[in-house]
């Protein structure tokens, strides 16, 4: 199973962006799914993650900004980001959770910046 992170780039302070992350191989029984972040000097953290019933969890920072959702025909998991603040910069990562394994997408960098 790989994961194809995409999206991230470089936006202002109260801009949007939309990051995508896309599974591809043989996927059996989706416990989870899931962005996190990890900024300089800083541990990574969960920042949104949807489970296989549906139901979502943000952490405080992002909440009412920050929209996880999934389009499971497309084995896509997406993270719609608006109000973006400079404090969002940084590499967000996606996370695939199975019943027998973790899987990681390689990251894509997200920088808000006047």
């Known amino acids: 199973v790989q994961l194809q992170a995409y999206g991230g780039g470089l936006v202002q302070p109260g801009g949007s962006l939309r990051l995508s992350c896309a599974a591809s191989?043989?996927?059996?029984?989706?416990?989870?799914q899931g962005w996190y972040r990890q900024a300089p000097g800083k541990q990574r953290e969960l920042v949104a993650s949807i489970i296989s019933g549906g139901s979502t969890a943000y952490v405080d920072s992002v909440k009412g900004r920050f929209t996880i959702s999934r389009d499971n025909a497309k084995n896509t998991v997406y993270l719609q980001m608006n109000s973006l603040k400079p404090e969002d910069t940084a590499v967000y990562y996606c996370?695939?959770?199975?019943?027998?394994?973790?899987?990681w997408g390689q990251g894509t960098l997200v920088t808000v910046s006047s």
């Open positions: 191989g043989s996927i059996f029984s989706i416990d989870s």
């Open positions: 996370k695939l959770r199975t019943a027998f394994n973790v899987y």
